[in-house]
């Protein structure tokens, strides 16, 4: 098993999910179970099952344990919790950064973050996997143990599949949302270089209308300003202007035509 501890300021959550493994040996009326100095899971359960042994009231609600194996699966069904409460901080921040991302005026370093995140869903997508591997493995060595004659045994047996299939149930979940935000990450990345690319595009068709408008002013200038006396409108003296108002009716249709095919201007 593998517990996570998640954490909820947003600098360290950019960072590698952090994960520790946890064994479990489980026996008749003894569970054993080996976790990090520092497990979050541990310390839950065991000031819970102190307080619920010191309190009447909790002896009454019948909350114990009824038997090692429900411990067991307690402590696993928690840690599949925590993993909902990561999930959520990774959906928000995910989201964050996609809004980023799309902005206007968007940094460049934005999807690097993106894919940081993705890492990090990845990462938390093995692990799932391994907790789901665990709790199938635990559902067929349950089926293969002996079966009880007492009808109290039975029940208890059968209380166990049930919380083990919830417990599976539970992973599954988590995977779905998982799987969910990853694709979700990955789409969002292709977007934004989509975007990068239609904004270069953008770019370069503003640049070549520019050019197209400007290349008959050249022509024009480039005409009149050949070396010869034979030329019209060379010894004129309205000859200057007339050019001069020639040229900007051409350079004034010309961006008339192409705003109207919006090759100018914003789509």
């Known amino acids: 098993m593998k517990t996570t501890r998640p954490d909820t300021d947003a600098k360290a959550a950019r960072q590698a999910i952090d994960t520790s493994a946890v064994g479990f040996a489980v026996f008749d009326?003894?569970?054993?179970?080996v976790h990090p100095g520092d497990c979050q899971v541990r310390e839950y359960f065991a000031n819970r099952l102190l307080g619920q042994?010191?309190?009447?009231?909790?002896?009454a609600g019948a909350r114990m344990p009824v038997s090692p194996p429900d411990l067991m699966l307690r402590m696993v069904n928690h840690m599949v919790d925590s993993y909902l409460e990561l999930r959520r901080l990774l959906g928000k921040q995910i989201e964050d950064l996609q809004r980023q991302l799309f902005a206007p005026r968007s940094q460049p370093g934005h999807w690097h973050l993106l894919l940081d995140w993705r890492n990090a869903l990845h990462l938390l997508e093995d692990t799932c996997e391994d907790q789901r591997a665990a709790i199938t493995e635990w559902i067929d060595a349950l089926e293969?143990?002996?079966?009880?004659?007492?009808?109290?045994?039975?029940?208890?047996?059968?209380q166990l599949r049930v919380r083990s299939r919830d417990v599976l149930e539970h992973i599954e979940r988590v995977l779905a949302h998982v799987r969910r935000l990853e694709s979700s990450s990955e789409t969002a990345v292709q977007i934004h270089f989509s975007?990068?690319?239609?904004?270069?595009n953008a770019i370069m068709r503003t640049l070549t209308t520019l050019t197209a408008i400007f290349l008959p002013l050249n022509l024009v200038t480039g005409f009149f300003g050949m070396n010869f006396e034979g030329l019209p409108l060379i010894h004129s003296p309205t000859g200057f202007w007339?050019?001069?108002?020639?040229?900007?009716a051409l350079g004034i249709g010309m961006s008339l035509y192409f705003w109207r095919k919006r090759y100018l201007g914003r789509p």
Do not use: F, G
């Open 29 to 33: 009326r003894v569970l054993l179970s």
């Open 53 to 59: 042994t010191a309190s009447a009231e909790s002896r």
């Open 144 to 158: 293969e143990w002996p079966a009880e004659k007492e009808a109290a045994a039975q029940r208890e047996r059968e």
């Open 195 to 200: 975007e990068q690319s239609n904004r270069t």
């Open 242 to 248: 007339l050019i001069a108002a020639v040229m900007v």
